[in-house]
């Protein structure tokens, strides 16, 4: 009988437990995508520092920086365009620069990122390069840069 009543009780006990644990990653979640769709949406509402085309930069104050995201999104539009074709990439993109690679993922879905495209938002993140005087720097940032705006490009 004590046998019983114990089975009893922990069975009981586990599948609280699951419940419970089920309810906090479902609300956990929701909370996250929450949190990170205003945050997004706050940044889209900050100070757009240059535009062109359909393309808006934002939180870059660097001219120099600027002229070089002109420059690639142009010219890769060009080379994918003769690719796959001429694809309407008139829905606008989004172009944000951080300073720090930790506020960037603060945006991001994944872990450890140095770089992303949001396609609900049309959002190319990127972090500033350390300096466009050094060769390296600066083709490590044409190729995120590159390399998400082909996601966009094929989205």
Same mark, same amino acid.
């Given at each position: 009988?004590?046998? *019983?009543?114990?089975?009893?009780?922990?069975?009981?006990?586990?599948?609280?437990? $699951?419940?419970?644990?089920?309810?906090?990653?479902?609300?956990?979640?929701? %909370?996250?995508?929450?949190?990170?769709?205003?945050?997004? &949406?706050?940044?889209?509402?900050?100070? $757009?520092?240059?535009?062109?085309?359909?393309?808006?930069?934002?939180?870059?104050?660097?001219? !120099?920086? *600027?002229?070089?995201?002109?420059? !690639?999104?142009?010219?890769?539009?060009?080379?994918?365009?003769?690719? =796959?074709?001429?694809?309407?990439?008139? $829905?606008?993109?989004?172009?944000?620069? =951080? &300073?720090?690679? &930790? !506020?960037?993922?603060?945006?991001?879905?994944?872990?450890?990122?140095?770089?992303?495209? #949001?396609?609900?938002?049309?959002?190319?993140?990127? $972090?500033?390069?350390?300096?466009?005087?050094?060769?390296?720097?600066?083709?490590? =940032?044409?190729? #995120?840069?590159?390399? &998400? %705006?082909?996601? %966009?490009?094929?989205?």
């Amino acid at each position: 009988m004590l046998f *019983n009543d114990l089975n009893s009780f922990f069975k009981s006990i586990t599948t609280s437990f $699951v419940i419970s644990l089920l309810v906090l990653v479902i609300l956990a979640s929701i %909370y996250h995508i929450l949190w990170k769709n205003n945050r997004t &949406e706050a940044l889209l509402k900050s100070e $757009v520092h240059q535009s062109f085309d359909e393309v808006k930069i934002f939180n870059s104050k660097n001219n !120099e920086l *600027n002229n070089l995201i002109i420059k !690639e999104v142009r010219d890769l539009n060009k080379e994918l365009s003769n690719i =796959f074709g001429k694809i309407d990439t008139n $829905v606008g993109l989004n172009i944000a620069i =951080f &300073e720090k690679l &930790e !506020e960037l993922q603060m945006y991001g879905e994944l872990e450890d990122i140095g770089a992303f495209f #949001d396609n609900n938002a049309n959002l190319i993140a990127l $972090v500033s390069p350390d300096s466009l005087y050094r060769e390296a720097d600066e083709w490590f =940032f044409r190729k #995120d840069l590159r390399h &998400e %705006y082909t996601h %966009y490009f094929l989205a």
